[in-house]
């Protein structure tokens, strides 16, 4: 523990910080329903007891209370994650900090500590921002052993991405996209990663991240739209819009004379608006379910962010890729409009 300490008091002692706005942080952070009498604090002082306590609470995983976890994410290193990315390298994360859920789950282990910031769950995929405290450079980027999952839930895709700050270790965004036979109004999320890997070293460890989320409720607009070319089929079934994502489900249906030459078929979108905006649609993974006729008829699901207010609908521009051991071709089909 003396390590990580020393480190933060390193940190916290090169940061030039408002005294009035240090103040106001520390002393909403361990105030409770008790009246508590204000009291000056050194600016060091208060930064280090905080982060000191943040650290040490039982040795290991805590789970931190509102103000402690609104304390952790305004240190001035890096302040809200989502809002750091935001404002850098993925503009897509800039409204989520307004309304993700504080979560201040932390676990520390062979001088690392890792904690869960801030969650949003909108239904169909679980976002999270993290951060992870170490002296140590793994390299560019962080990959861990083992992923997030949700009780009860079927596993799905998954994605992260990490990057180096200086003066805290690492910061990223995960995304998981369990397979829901129905949308729950919570989900419980365990995270137990035992080795944290880098392109430069790796360790090995103790971590336990367990929490909730609660849904966002989405908006549910139904489509049952069909587009079909040269043996292909994209059936498009619904739309669920939250005020942070616009999530889209579609199918694929693959007419079984195409799979004779062990042929695979993904099905993709791009969009645009009715301003002339594009958009990027990455897909959240597929699967086929037990009833489908064939093993490539697969259930997508795909998000877009930050779509333009102004606009009043989008246009979805499908195609699929079908690949065989000869090499592939792409099928573009018929446009599809979905009002806003």
Known sequence: MKDETKIIEDTMEAIPVPSEKLDSIIENSFKSNAQFRKRTVKKRAGYVLAATLAISILGGTVMLNPAMANMISQLPVIGNVFDYFGSTSKP???????????V???AEDNGVLINIDQGV????????????QTTKNYGSTLFFDGWPSVEGESAGNA?????????????GIMTITPHFEKTPDEVDINWEPKVLL?????????????????????????????????GVAIQFKEVRKTPLT???????LVDPALLDDLTAV?????????LGNEYEVPYNGGFTEGGARTRED???????HNIDPQATKLIFHPFATVSTLEGSKKIYFEDIEVEL
């Open 198 to 230: 880098g392109d430069k070293k790796e360790v090995k460890g103790d971590w336990k991240l367990n929490f909730s989320l609660p849904l966002i409720e989405p908006e549910v607009l139904t489509l049952n739209e069909l587009v079909e070319k040269d």
């Open 159 to 171: 994605s992260n991405s990490f990057e180096r700050v200086k003066g805290l270790g690492y910061a």
């Open 298 to 304: 697969l259930q997508w699901s795909a998000t877009i």
């Open 246 to 252: 616009f999530n889209i489900y579609y199918q694929q």
């Open 104 to 106: 201040g789950r932390t």
């Open 266 to 274: 993904e099905a993709e979108l791009k969009a645009t608006d009715d």
């Open 121 to 132: 769950f909108d239904g169909t995929t679980i976002t999270m921002a993290v951060t992870v």
């Open 92 to 102: 897509a994360y800039k409204e989520f900090g307004q309304l993700a859920t504080d």
